[in-house]
Antibody, heavy 118, light 103 residues
Framework: QVQLEESGGGLVKPGGSLKLSCAAS????????MNWIRQAPGKGLEWVSY????????DYADSVKGRFSISRDNAKNSLYLQMNSLRVEDTAVYYC???????????WGQGTLVTVSS | DIQMTQSPSTLSASVGDRVTITCRAS??????VAWYQQKPGKAPKLLIY???NLQTGVPSRFSGSGSGTEFTLTISSLQPEDFATYYC?????FGQGTKVEIK
């Protein structure tokens, strides 16, 4: 069965960096676009970034552009999110999400909490 | 960017009720809309994709419809496990959510 398992979340000070990882299993990872979507405490869902199946295409929400970088390693079935210059408003649960096609998100990980606080 | 506005923000209903949630886009949607259910402390779950297609394993009491700027999610007969928050989504934009509460 499809599984997505995020790791790497934690407490970081404003201006700091963190790298999230997502281990995928149960499907042919290299065939799918992947996304990071976040949810601030008590708030709604916010799309953060996507990467194409080969990694050749990427895009970011305006709120993270220039600070976050998405990447993948298809040999390791892994997705990553490098987060730099973190701000308090980046505090959220970050989900690793598979795109089944047409920007429909069919499988979500359990999420990893990132807290940015001094 | 297209904005997606859901209504209502909160809905109080009873088991067995027919429930409709509306999602309005700020401009014509030329692709499609998806709908997700989220329960407290859990990841969202895809219910409807490409506006009207039921995701595998989702009960048939859920349905989606719409075009242009107005889209709806309908639950034909609300069940106890359906009390949750629902989100619409178009490409990279999510609605703000509709919380379905017990009346």
């Amino acid at each position: 069965q499809v599984q997505l398992e995020e790791s790497g979340g934690g407490l970081v000070k404003p201006g700091g960096s963190l790298k999230l990882s997502c281990a995928a299993s149960g499907f042919t990872f290299r065939d799918y676009f992947m996304n990071w979507i976040r949810q601030a405490p008590g708030k709604g869902l916010e799309w953060v970034s996507y990467i194409s199946s080969t990694g050749s295409l990427r895009d970011y929400a305006d709120s993270v552009k220039g600070r976050f970088s998405i990447s993948r390693d298809n040999a390791k079935n892994s997705l990553y999110l490098q987060m730099n210059s973190l701000r308090v408003e980046d505090t959220a649960v970050y989900y690793c999400v598979r795109d089944m096609g047409g920007d429909n998100f069919d499988f979500w990980g359990q999420g990893t909490l990132v807290t940015v606080s001094s | 960017d297209i904005q997606m506005t859901q209504s209502p923000s909160t809905l109080s209903a009873s088991v067995g009720d027919r429930v409709t949630i509306t999602c309005r886009a700020s401009q014509n949607v030329i692709t499609w809309v998806a709908w997700y259910q989220q329960k407290p402390g859990k990841a969202p779950k895809l219910l409807i994709y490409k506006t009207s297609n039921l995701q595998t394993g989702v009960p048939s009491r859920f349905s989606g419809s719409g075009s242009g700027t107005e889209f709806t999610l309908t639950i034909s007969s609300l069940q106890p496990e359906d009390f949750a928050t629902y989100y619409c989504q178009q490409t990279w934009t999510f609605g703000q959510g509709t919380k379905v509460e017990i009346k």
